[in-house]
């Protein structure tokens, strides 16, 4: 079972400091080499990917191995390999026209920086060139070049301080090791993809099913087939992150002629990042906590393409695609459940959003904002009312009734529950967005 170990390191000297901050400046400054030569040799043949190949990355390898260590050179020109080749990738699926799952045309992979505006520090270690101790004094160990340690007159691996304690540190095999400086926060953080065994899986406690149906406005709403529905609000997150992506705008269209970012766009980006991730993760894991409590063992979440062909919007489309980062959200959303021995599965969620669960129909329905109503009289909200339609359309099952919906906002660290998620029935029914009779406790007879 593959999981990550994300942790914050510190060295443990102000020699240690500066020596890892030439390591990654040099690792950044390597990654810039290898991609401005693929780049120009991509843009020479117009944009055909044989020339990327022929870059003269051996004599890089050499120039940057005495300070980086021979494998860490080796392993900074693989990634960006990588990223050329996942490029690519998206390039054809772009302009396979039987293809919709990439909307947006790539972009080749970019620099990380210059050494007059500051680069973006980040190097790539090899599973085998450093090591791990967790306990009381944490501590991660890394190969350096002998240039390097002979600048800093420094002996042996460099050494720093892990804080914090890891989720999986009980693994079986360590893959290749992230490392990087964070600006936003002032720290050195990694990230390392590990192997655990399955033995750490939990089981699930039943067979029952969940839906989710991931909207503009509100990021998730699942209904299981035990009748508890959770509702994840995501209005002020969103605006976040647009009004993010707007000041990012504003400093593009300022920028001298011939320059496409800066250190402070980089920046932005990076913290949006971050701050739609961790929204992200936080969700996946309350979610599923909840889930696994509740005997869930199947999960079904809408694929977004159905999304877009009945409803697109310019909106929509940046909430689905740059928000949402659904590839991405849904391989998060996976790897979590495994822990709880929980499957996903991407099922057509088509016209969830517009059939009405009382008559079916989905050309008399009418949405406002999170209220659908339909001409046969029934009104209720709309996201909930989709997962609900999602989960009985795959599961061929009514769901059984609740008495109302668990309703989630967001504080920049966890997910807590809303006030309204502890109105009366009565309370609920003096606002109509809130109001669903077809599945939660105003269900009225037939």
Not at 59 to 64: A, K, M, S, T, V
Not at 152 to 160: M, N, S
Not at 295 to 317: A, F, K, M, Q, R
């Amino acid at each position: 079972m593959k999981r990550t170990n994300t942790f914050a390191v510190r060295p443990l000297s102000e020699t240690g400091e500066q020596l890892l901050r030439d390591l990654l400046d040099a690792s950044a400054a390597l990654w810039n080499e290898v991609n401005y030569q693929r780049l120009m040799r991509y843009n020479d043949e117009d944009g055909f990917e044989g020339g990327i190949w022929d870059a003269d990355t051996g004599r890089l390898e050499g120039r940057y191995k005495g300070v980086l260590g021979a494998s860490t050179a080796q392993q900074v020109i693989r990634k960006n390999s990588e990223a050329w080749r996942s490029f690519l990738h998206l390039k054809d699926q772009y302009h396979d026209e039987s293809n919709t799952s990439v909307t947006e045309h790539p972009n080749p992979p970019g620099f990380r920086g210059n050494e007059d505006d500051g680069r973006q520090l980040r190097t790539v270690i090899r599973n085998d060139a450093y090591t791990t101790e967790w306990g009381d004094r944490s501590r991660l160990e890394i190969l350096v070049g002998s240039e390097l340690k002979d600048r800093y007159d420094y002996t042996g691996r460099l050494r720093l301080e892990i804080a914090g304690n890891p989720n999986w540190p009980d693994y079986e095999k360590q893959g290749r090791l992230d490392l990087w400086y964070d600006e936003t926060e002032s720290t050195f953080r990694a990230s390392q993809p590990v192997t655990v065994s399955d033995s750490a899986r939990a089981t699930p406690l039943a067979d029952e099913t969940a839906a989710l149906d991931i909207g503009a406005n509100n990021l998730v709403a699942c209904t299981t087939t035990t009748g508890e529905q959770y509702l994840y609000k995501g209005r002020e997150l969103f605006q976040r992150f647009r009004e993010t992506t707007r000041e990012i705008a504003r400093l593009q269209s300022k920028l001298p002629e011939g320059r496409y970012s800066s250190e402070r766009i980089r920046r932005l980006y990076r913290k949006r990042t971050r701050r739609r991730d961790h929204a992200q993760e936080a969700l996946c894991r309350d979610l599923l906590d909840r889930l696994y409590a509740a005997g869930v063992d199947t999960v079904y979440i809408g694929g977004l393409t159905d999304v877009l062909d009945t409803h697109w919007s310019v909106e929509t489309n940046a909430k689905t695609h740059n928000f949402w980062a659904f590839k991405k959200f849904t391989e998060r959303l996976a790897c979590t459940a495994a822990e709880y021995g929980i499957s996903v599965e991407v099922r057509s969620e088509a016209w969830t959003s517009q059939e009405c669960p009382r008559c079916g129909s989905t050309d008399r329905t009418t949405r406002h904002q999170d209220t659908l109503t339909c001409l046969c009289g029934f009104q209720g909200h709309a996201d909930l009312t989709a997962s609900e339609t999602f989960l009985e359309r795959h599961t061929k099952q009514t769901v059984r009734p609740m008495a109302r919906p668990v309703r989630f906002q967001w504080d920049d660290h966890t997910w807590s529950e809303s006030p309204r998620s502890h109105e009366s029935p009565n309370e609920q029914r003096t606002d109509p967005s809130t109001v669903h009779h077809g599945n939660i406790a105003l269900r009225e007879s037939a």
